[in-house]
């Protein structure tokens, strides 16, 4: 089974904070993803990968940045935290193979205060 | 720009009813075609796709969905729901046909009721 995992479950930050969100894999996919989801906007894309140091700025990169050092692991940072980032953040990788489905951690809950 | 319209935001039924849930999107090219399930405080979950052949496609837990070139709709039923059933789903669209970058409708609310 491929497995993703996210940091932290619940996080809750001051504005103005460096924040950091990881996302790891344990198998040797290339394509990673990181998503914001919002009640009524559904999921938006903000920046994914294909390789290491490979990034690419998806639907609303503003107020994000991202980092790829290693295959396995794609952290989403937010420089300095604000209220309207607040949110449900969802990592998630595609499978190998010509599967093309995206394969989703449990997603981190983030509150900005 | 390329779109998915989940026509409904939420969706009521009673438990052993049928349900649908409606897709459209937007786009000129080929697509691959996803629907995806969240339960309450959990990542999303695949429960089938579309790539090719049969426009029929069937999925986990009891779900099908039926792909419809001519109407670019691929929307999701199941004969008989259960309470189980209750969570969101998303309709997703590979929108380049291989690209492997999804985009995403805004989720419809099912909730069976007993």
């Known amino acids: 089974d491929v497995k993703v995992t996210q940091s932290s479950r619940y996080l809750v930050k001051r504005t103005g904070e460096k924040v950091f969100l990881e996302c790891v894999q344990d198998?040797?996919?290339?394509?990673m993803f990181w998503y914001r989801q919002d009640p009524g906007l559904g999921l938006r894309l903000i920046y994914f990968?294909?390789?290491?140091?490979?990034?690419e700025k998806g639907d609303i990169p503003e107020g994000y940045s991202v980092s790829r050092e290693k295959k396995e692991r794609f952290s989403l940072i937010l420089e300095s935290a604000s209220t309207n980032q607040t949110s449900m953040y969802l990592c998630?990788?595609?499978?190998?193979?010509?599967?093309?489905?995206?394969?989703f951690g449990p997603g981190t809950r983030l509150t900005v205060t | 720009a390329q779109s998915v319209t989940q026509l409904d935001s939420q969706v009521p039924v009673f438990e052993e009813a049928p349900v649908e849930l409606r897709c459209n999107y937007s786009?000129?090219?080929?697509?691959?075609l996803f629907w995806y399930v969240q339960y309450p405080n959990q990542g999303l979950q695949l429960l089938l796709k579309?790539?090719?052949?049969?426009?029929l496609v069937k999925g986990i837990n009891g779900f099908e969905a039926e792909f419809n070139k001519s109407q670019t709709s691929f929307h999701l039923r199941k004969p008989s729901v259960h309470i189980s059933d209750t969570a969101e789903y998303f309709c997703?669209?590979?929108?380049?046909?291989?690209?492997?970058?999804?985009?995403f409708g805004k989720g419809t609310k099912l909730t069976v009721n007993p």
């Open positions: 198998m040797d996919h290339e394509n």
């Open positions: 990968s294909y390789d290491v140091k490979m990034k």
């Open positions: 786009s000129s090219v080929s697509v691959y």
């Open positions: 579309y790539l090719s052949g049969s426009t």
């Open positions: 998630a990788i595609t499978g190998t193979g010509g599967q093309y489905e995206q394969y």
């Open positions: 997703a669209v590979d929108i380049q046909g291989g690209s492997e970058k999804l985009v």
